[in-house]
């Protein structure tokens, strides 16, 4: 499910679940946890994520129990080791980067974009909803009104969009970001954890108001989170009533 590879100082993480577009589940984000950790002990100095194939990553694999929470405290867990790693972390954005991949993205501290790759978030398809840090950190990095398109809107973010309100640093394939990591990672180490823990701090991880976390388990325990579950299964549109 995840492959890794080593070129001097630079770790490049690779999704391997192609014929699931680089979804993640439980073992999936286990396995980054694990490779991401290793990548701090073993003296590494750039991190790459990136996705084998025509995919960085699809999402959440609705057709497990990623619905449940103790697989979205997992995945939490994981962007959150991403933030606190502390070497850079360059996300090679190589094609669609939708949901919990575009979470992987935000949780980067670079972002490289192919230029057929897009951003999305699609939960309001489907009647769930993304944490408070997620939207914080998508405004932070793609502006408001970027960000309120994608989310309110489900529109996609494509990689010119994204170079041109600062989401994306730059447009490029692999290569690209494993010689940019290569430059970054002869760079003064303690100069760039400093610059990560101070870039980091964008209040994203501000603790969320009550009525905020409150609107958010509502949408994850409502009728129309099971409406939107059943009709992705049978195949059709949703019908939400807002209850």
Not at 88 to 106: D, E, F, M, T
Not at 124 to 132: H, N, R, Y
Not at 142 to 167: K, N
Request: with cysteine.
């Amino acid at each position: 499910m995840i492959g890794t590879s080593r070129d001097g100082a630079v770790l490049t993480i690779e999704l391997r679940r192609e014929r699931q577009r680089n979804a993640l589940n439980h073992e999936m984000v286990d396995a980054l946890s694990a490779a991401l950790t290793d990548a701090a002990d073993s003296g590494a100095r750039a991190v790459i994520l990136t996705g084998a194939g025509s995919v960085f990553c699809a999402g959440a694999d609705l057709s497990g129990p990623v619905y449940e929470q103790s697989f979205l405290d997992k995945l939490l867990a994981m962007l959150r080791l991403i933030e606190d790693i502390p070497v850079p972390v360059v996300a090679a954005i190589n094609g669609p980067a939708l949901g919990a991949g575009l979470q992987l993205a935000l949780a980067a501290d670079l972002r490289v974009m192919s230029s057929s790759s897009f951003c999305a978030i699609p939960a309001a398809k489907i009647g769930v909803t993304v944490d408070e840090w997620t939207i914080k950190r998508l405004v932070s990095l793609a502006g408001a009104g970027d960000a309120a398109g994608i989310l309110l809107g489900c529109e996609s973010m494509s990689a010119e969009r994204a170079q041109v309100v600062g989401f994306a640093n730059r447009i490029g394939d692999l290569g690209e970001a494993q010689r940019w990591a290569a430059m970054i990672a002869n760079l003064a180490p303690l100069t760039l954890q400093h610059y990560k823990l101070v870039l980091g701090n964008d209040g994203a991880r501000d603790e969320a108001p009550a009525e905020h976390v409150a609107a958010m388990v509502r949408a994850w325990q409502s009728n129309d989170m099971a409406e939107g579950r059943t009709a992705r299964a049978e195949k059709r549109p949703p019908t939400f009533t807002g209850n």
